[in-house]
């Protein structure tokens, strides 16, 4: 808006609800350790108990395939370089859980995710700087948020990377990551082009709930 001769910039609202630095979840407490506010980027700890990451990665390992690219016509491409899987909606009473916890985390009912994707990175393996919505076509239900959840720690490299933003969020074994891409000012939006750093020595699993603008969900 526009006062006399002085411009002033109008704050975007986030989709994320929380006060002070702890959020509270229906069965745990989550520190945020870092943020950014425009684009909202938060660092957070305690997301997933060390249990709970590796039952994710026994579910999930012998279930891995080459992961795709692409919105409705998913392809192999050297810029995803990964293995991944989906889990099915409620899957487990695990899966459940974690889908039901993500849902407060992330202030978006279950009804708005994207199967819980699972993603395992060897040494040299990378995901190339992309953004998380959809930039082509006229997406109705685009999405809107991400939350990715480190289940291992990573010896080197594997860094979640902000290449707009000059940051790195380390993997983390429980700990994640969170941002947000709804906002009317698309130079917002696009600061949160990011990849994932090639593994350099370890191995690198992950988690990921897309969120989207509207129910995605069949039941």
Not at 1 to 16: L, N, P, S, W, Y
Not at 30 to 38: Q, T
Request: net charge negative; charged share 25%.
């Amino acid at each position: 808006m526009r006062v006399g001769d002085e411009t002033m910039t109008v704050k975007e609202q986030t989709i994320f609800n929380s006060c002070g630095n702890v959020i509270k979840t229906s069965d745990k407490e989550i520190h945020i350790i870092g943020r950014i506010d425009e684009p909202l980027i938060l660092i957070l700890e305690n997301v997933l108990s060390h249990e709970e990451c590796d039952v994710l990665i026994d579910l999930a390992k012998n279930r891995l395939q080459r992961a795709k690219i692409g919105g409705k016509s998913h392809v192999e491409s050297d810029i995803r370089t990964s293995s991944s899987m989906f889990f099915e909606e409620n899957e487990n009473e695990c899966i459940k859980k974690v889908e039901t916890r993500v849902s407060e985390l992330m202030n978006i009912p279950v009804s708005h995710a994207e199967p819980l994707q699972i993603l395992h990175y060897k040494p040299g393996e990378q995901y190339h700087p992309h953004f998380d919505y959809f930039t082509s076509g006229n997406v109705v239900n685009n999405r809107i948020s991400t939350l990715i959840m480190y289940l291992s720690d990573v010896e080197e490299g594997g860094e979640t990377y902000f290449p707009s933003l000059r940051l790195a969020v380390t993997p983390k074994k429980g700990s994640a990551v969170y941002f947000e891409y709804f906002y009317n000012d698309y130079r917002l939006n696009e600061l949160t082009l990011h990849a994932g750093n090639p593994v350099v020595i370890g191995a690198k699993w992950v988690a990921t709930q897309w969120m989207r603008r509207q129910s995605h969900r069949i039941t």
